[in-house]
């Protein structure tokens, strides 16, 4: 997944807090929704994004939808942190 793709997905604080709440262990769409303050139709829109970037992974358990991080997803946005801090 490019870059680009995956800074788009990590610049929206939403997201990022459904990244945290993923820290935790893969959780049902519901549960994640119900976390925050906002219709389901926006919730499914930043999980379809974090996906859509490479972010997180869905698997699917009878008809529930469960969402984790996708392992190592952040290795290349670390990498190129990692570089620019090393530019003085």
């Known amino acids: 997944m490019p870059l680009s793709e995956k800074f ?7 997201r990022r807090q459904v990244l945290e709440l993923l820290l935790e262990g893969p959780r049902p769409a519901g549960d994640i929704a119900a976390s925050f303050d906002l219709s389901a139709a926006t919730v499914s829109h930043h999980l379809a ?23 190592d997803a ?15």
């Open 8 to 14: 788009k997905a990590l610049a929206d604080a939403r």
């Open 49 to 71: 994004q974090l996906k859509k970037a490479g972010l997180v992974r869905v698997t699917r358990s009878g008809t529930f939808l469960y969402y984790e991080l996708e392992p």
């Open 74 to 88: 952040l290795a290349d946005v670390a990498a190129w942190i990692e570089r620019m801090e090393g530019v003085r």
